[in-house]
């Protein structure tokens, strides 16, 4: 039988469960308790009303929230762009191929190369509160490159996405046309055994519309479920598309009309916004504020990756989008865990409730609101993920 750990003296407890606390989205209780028991929360609530249990930690009047969901990210590479990065600070002009670098590094690293940069970036993002997290593929665009990142991710994680469909490969940019062949035929009979979702970026210079639409519906047909990279560089289908398909996400959502927003708002489809790309590109900010004024969910991720946003840190990313998109601490913070949740469409992640896993993040703060308040200081003082405590 396992055995059972309270967290006691929580100054402020973020559960994201509205019945519970001041009856907030954040669910937020004050003076508070977590009992975990195996893998699972057991009971949340007032420290004073905790049950008895064989192990106590005393968070010492410091903040718990649920452990970060990060539903965007794209770890199975090789290499970095260190140039483009700095030619893009310095007002240079680059011209290395961006996506086709990495693409160049990945098939030419061995599978032990890959795997040991996934581990190291899924270290870092733990020891930020991260406890869940999706991985791409996208940086082989050939049959046995993807397929092995996506063998490589699921030994790692069950939220693996295919995304072959990342931009046409460089020996068949002549004819885009055959690589979608190849991307809804040979490569994902062999990848779909692997992942859970299918992406694709939408967007001029990689897929348009029709292709998208062609690449995803093949892909629900071997059981995958979508999401898109959409509206990220420009106006676009992407984000209806994506209502279209009951995808789980419409990802970077930049460039929104007032129809995207309310498809959006009228849908399951969750509106992931990406704010390390506009930090490290210098481009637009989302705006989630108008997003969830419509009532549309919203989730925030980091979309870690060499090229256009390589942080993996979700607490930088919750500063930036108080700071630049409109967001309030908490909406936030709910939406880097709840938000990022909804985006996967798990309900056991992403909340402190009974029943769902006990991954939680100990802030060495007194509030959840610390996160923007204090941006680029460390404040995660310990990390349980599935009951075990790893930070």
Known sequence: MSSSTVITNIAALVTNDPSLGDHSPLGLVRDAAVVIEGDRVVWTGESSKAPATDNRVDADGRAVLPGFVDSHSHLLFAGDRTEEFNARMSGRPYSAGGIRTTVAATRAASDAELEAGLTRYLAEALRQGTTTFETK????????????????????????????????????????????????????????????????????????????????????????????????????PGVRLAVELDAASADHCTHLTDADVDALANSRTVATLLPGAEFSTRAQWPDARRLIDASATVALSTDCNPGSSFTSSVPFCIALAVRDMGMTPDEAVWSATAGGAAALRREDVGRLVPGAYADLTLLDAPSHVHLAYRPGVPLVAGVWRRGVRKV
């Open 137 to 236: 593929s996208g940086y082989g665009l050939t049959t046995a490159d993807e397929s092995r990142a996506l063998r490589v991710a699921a030994r790692h994680t069950d939220e693996v996405t295919f995304l072959g469909a990342h931009i046409v490969a460089p020996e068949l940019a002549d004819d885009p046309a055959a690589y979608v062949d190849l991307v809804t035929g040979e490569m994902l009979d062999a990848c779909a055994p692997h992942a859970r979702w299918i992406d694709v970026f939408c967007e001029k210079g990689a897929f348009d519309g029709d292709q998208a639409r062609a690449i995803l519906t093949a892909g629900k047909a071997r059981g995958l479920h979508p999401r898109i990279h959409a509206n990220q560089l420009s106006y676009g």
